[in-house]
């Protein structure tokens, strides 16, 4: 008679029915999370990449040697922090100055880099900028 009961009771079919109803919803909700946390850390490297290429650039004795280390740092970003999302493009960066020759002081420079995705969509876009200190080369 106990069996009886046991498998005709309807104890525990609440927690089977949220299971069986909640768990699908809750996949795709953790998926998208997760995607939504990977996009924003790649957001946040970029404002890093473009505030430290900014000021490794306006503090560089001219340039060329200016260009290289901007190089150098774009390269390590890339091996170091852009190298595991295969879903991205190498970030493209642009360099503007205020005046000619770029490194003068007092001068402003701006650095910006913009980060796609493989199928072209632009996954952040940042822009910094940095005053060549008055003092420089005095």
């Not at 309807?10 to 909700?29: C, D, K, M, R, T």
């Not at 280390?69 to 970003?77: D, I, P």
């Not at 493009?89 to 402003?108: A, F, V, Y």
């Amino acid at each position: 008679m106990k069996i009886r009961n046991i498998l005709t009771s309807e104890e525990g079919s609440a927690i089977v029915e949220f299971i069986a109803l909640a768990l699908p919803l809750f996949i795709p909700l953790a998926i998208f999370m997760s995607n939504a946390q990977s996009d924003a850390s790649i957001q946040h490297q970029t404002r890093s990449l473009a505030r430290q290429l900014s000021r490794i650039y306006v503090t560089s004795e001219n340039e060329a040697e200016g260009i290289n280390r901007v190089t150098t740092l774009r390269e390590v970003f890339i091996r170091e922090i852009f190298r595991n999302s295969k879903y991205i493009q190498n970030p493209e960066i642009k360099i503007l100055c205020s005046s000619s020759p770029c490194l003068l002081p007092g001068s402003t420079v701006q650095v910006s880099v913009v980060v796609r995705r493989n199928d072209g969509t632009e996954l952040a876009r940042v822009s910094t900028k940095e005053i060549v200190d008055l003092w420089k080369n005095s």
